[in-house]
T-cell receptor
């Protein structure tokens, strides 16, 4: 199977601090990784797409300076929420894909609460 | 703009009562259609990939089919553990195979 591990599964942080979320493809190399945000009872909202070794492509309305994405290797991408505020509290999910036009596999998600 | 819609928004079934979920899309030149299952508080779990009209895939009580404009997820004799939100996503061709377009999902509840 294809396993994507996301860590941490939940985090609580103080307003103004930064939080890093890791996404790893455990048994395959991912040419592309995606980061999503999901609000309660809503579908996935794509934040950004990243390819290994290149800058992430952010969706319209997503602040790239606030949501820093690094895709340093074919098995690891990180999302850093900088200077977090309560409105950043949400469920963040990553996914990874081996190659174009194939299915993506999702991590278990990270519940971020900013207090 | 590419659109993916799913119906119904929510569906309640009795255990053993078969039904179908619909995913309609306006994407032309589809490069793939994907079905996922999502449980509350978890990431989506991959179910099926369909690439061409007429294609069918099966897994346990689930069967996915694809036409030129829509896909169906048939659930035969569902059990309570099939309760989840079912998401479909399409892969459009015009943006270099980067971004999936997700539908809003169908929340399925199977009552014992």
């Amino acid at each position: 199977g294809a396993v994507v591990s996301q860590h941490p599964s939940w985090v609580i942080c103080k307003s103004g601090t930064s939080v890093k979320i890791e996404c790893r493809s455990l048994d395959f190399q991912a040419t592309t990784m995606f980061w999503y945000r999901q609000f309660p009872k809503q579908s996935l909202m794509l934040m950004a797409t990243s390819n290994e070794g290149s800058k992430a492509t952010y969706e319209q309305g997503v602040e790239k300076d606030k949501f820093l994405i690094n895709h340093a290797s074919l098995t690891l991408s990180t999302l850093t929420v900088t200077s977090a505020h309560p409105e950043d509290s949400s469920f963040y999910i990553c996914s990874a894909r081996r190659q174009r036009n194939t299915e993506a596999f999702f991590g278990q998600g990270t519940r971020l609460t900013v207090v | 703009e590419d659109q993916v819609t799913q119906s119904p928004e929510a569906l309640r079934l009795q255990e053993g009562e078969s039904s179908s979920l619909n995913c309609s899309y306006t994407v032309s030149g589809l490069r793939g259609l994907f079905w996922y299952r999502q449980d509350p508080g978890k990431g989506p779990e991959f179910l099926f990939t369909l690439y061409s009209a007429g294609e069918e895939k099966e897994k346990e009580r689930l069967k996915a089919t694809l036409t030129k404009k829509e896909s169906f997820l048939h659930i035969t004799a569902p059990k309570p553990e099939d309760s989840a939100t079912y998401l479909c996503a399409v892969q459009p061709p015009d943006n270099y195979g980067q971004n999936f377009v997700f539908g809003p999902g169908t929340r399925l509840s199977v009552l014992p």
